[in-house]
């Protein structure tokens, strides 16, 4: 459906237009009518359908700009969701001068008051910042006609609910709401009961949770095997741009190290992080200066990046619909994705599980061997030399190249050449990564007599927390909270295109030194838990 066809604004549908939209999601094309018809809204949709347009553009055309007063709020559960759907809420009204203000936690509160002196008339926020704003009276709801709770099974997932639902009541009773969640757990739906008025459901099917744009792999390996084998599989699928997800924030410390240690361009994301070097690292990611990004679920929730080619689930998520929130990071606009699951042998049932949430058969992958992902490396490094020729001007360097030839066999430069752009699987840094406490044992999966453990109703609230030996305690509410063939598919096949020259020469250095030393020392992570 074309976004004209909705009932949208001149000034709207220019700014759709000078965004790049030209069809209008499911998603988008239900919701915006009733929005702009006042109704009160339940959208079932994943990340990457489209669903911050769909409330952001009718509100917009609802809001009055004569009016200096807060009129609509948006309810985030994270600070990166946040400054997204403020960002593109102001970008869609821009050419209306809407005035739209952020606001969360990690940032100066001083500053947020100064900006909200500025009367904007949409706040966008994460619950605990908002409150601190109530409280302090920075922030006055009493004139909001429209409320989003957006991700509203994330925010249930990290104990904002008493939160919300403390911010809902100083929203005037008489106000349009709109709730959007990719599931719906009993929690989310008495909120609908409560809060809404006679709500419309907008619900995209099961069999659309996973987009058919997506590869999606699974390889059975033990704990001990995962890390050597993901490099290996960057070396033979070549990813562009990859997101790694670990199930806690120790496990993306020790993944974005080890990786770094390997010569990989990569770097981690959790909410134990400042929000200068979140930001940091996302603005690196997004402008395609760091290849790999190694997150938590929370911290990935949200992010808007366009491009990411592959998806890699260090660790299978305990809960099934966390996997349509990693998957939904690669494949979007119709471009191809491919994603790709590690299992150990006794998690196989929540496989099983997320299958049968998806509707959708993970196929099993063959893990490559050291040769494969060696000649992966060299696909990958003559055609970076090759690029490399077809754009550089040779004249000034062909006196200096007849002395080299002169001195040494061509066959023996260009050797030398693919050695400095590649590194022997057997030669790489050992890393070992600190093994997670095992996942419970699914209801009647494997030899489980007593049935117990896998997928329960409530969700689980500790799923962020380190595990293993030395991990943290499983007990009482959640006090580490996140807030703030080899699968090609249609893509070019050879090395990880990531690693840099200079990457490449320190791992090297590295290893030569690691050798003087002894022949047997591994690269081992240790983060403070």
Do not use: C, W
Not at 123 to 138: A, N
């Amino acid at each position: 459906m074309k976004f004209k066809e909705l009932g949208l604004s001149d000034s709207l549908l220019k700014a759709v237009t000078r965004a790049g939209y030209e069809e209008a999601t499911p998603i988008q094309a239900e919701t915006i009518p009733m929005v702009l018809d006042g109704k009160d809204v339940i959208g079932q949709a994943q990340t990457g359908t489209g669903k911050t347009a769909a409330f952001a553009l009718p509100i917009l055309q609802r809001l009055d700009f004569d009016n200096p007063n807060i009129q609509a709020l948006v309810i985030s559960p994270t600070r990166e969701l946040a400054i997204q759907t403020q960002e593109e809420v102001f970008r869609l009204g821009k050419d209306e001068r809407a005035k739209v203000q952020v606001v969360y936690g990690g940032s100066d509160i001083r500053r947020q008051i100064r900006n909200l002196k500025q009367h904007p008339q949409v706040i966008v926020g994460t619950p605990g910042r908002l409150l601190d704003h109530i409280r302090r009276g920075t922030v006055k709801l009493d004139h909001v006609k429209m409320l989003v709770l957006d991700e509203a099974d994330e925010m249930l997932d990290m104990g904002f609910l008493d939160d919300i639902e403390s911010i809902i009541k100083q929203v005037p009773s008489e106000r349009q709401t709109m709730l959007f969640s990719a599931t719906m757990p009993p929690e989310i739906k008495r909120i609908g009961v409560q809060f809404m008025h006679e709500p419309h459901h907008v619900k995209i099917k099961a069999k659309e949770l996973t987009a058919d744009t997506v590869d999606q792999y699974y390889v059975k390996a033990k704990e001990f095997e995962k890390f050597d084998i993901m490099t290996r599989l960057f070396d033979v699928q070549a990813p562009e741009l990859t997101i790694v997800f670990g199930r806690t924030k120790r496990r993306v410390d020790e993944l974005s190290k080890g990786l770094e240690a390997r010569g990989y361009n990569a770097a981690g994301i959790h909410g134990d992080l400042s929000q200068q070097r979140r930001t940091q690292i996302m603005r690196q990611f997004k402008a395609g200066k760091l290849d790999i990004l190694v997150a938590t679920d929370v911290a990935a929730r949200g992010l808007d990046v366009s491009g990411v080619t592959h998806v890699y689930n260090y660790d299978i998520p305990q809960d099934p619909d966390s996997y349509v929130h990693r998957v939904g990071r690669t494949g979007r606009a119709g471009h191809k994705g491919v994603s790709l699951t590690f299992v150990t042998p006794n998690e196989m049932e929540y496989l099983r599980v997320i299958e049968k949430l998806t509707k959708k058969r993970m196929l099993p992958l063959k893990p490559p061997t050291e040769e494969e992902a060696f000649s992966g490396q060299l696909a990958a490094a003559e055609a970076s030399v090759g690029a490399l020729v077809a754009k550089t001007s040779t004249d000034k360097y062909a006196e200096q190249a007849a002395e080299l030839l002169k001195k040494y066999d061509a066959t023996d430069l260009v050797a030398a050449l693919l050695n400095d752009l590649t590194k022997d699987d057997s030669t790489a840094v050992p890393v070992k990564i600190t093994p997670e406490r095992p996942l419970p044992r699914h209801k009647g999966g494997g030899n489980n007599r007593r049935g117990g453990g896998g997928y329960r109703g409530n969700r689980n609230r500790n799923s962020n927390r380190g595990g293993g030996r030395g991990g943290y305690s499983h007990n009482g509410r959640n006090s580490d909270r996140d807030r703030g063939g080899h699968g090609r598919g249609d893509h070019k096949s050879g090395g990880y295109k990531g690693r840099s020259r200079d990457d490449n020469r320190s791992n090297n250095r590295n290893h030569d030194d690691g050798r003087r030393q002894s022949s047997k020392r591994s690269y081992t992570i240790r983060t403070n838990d």
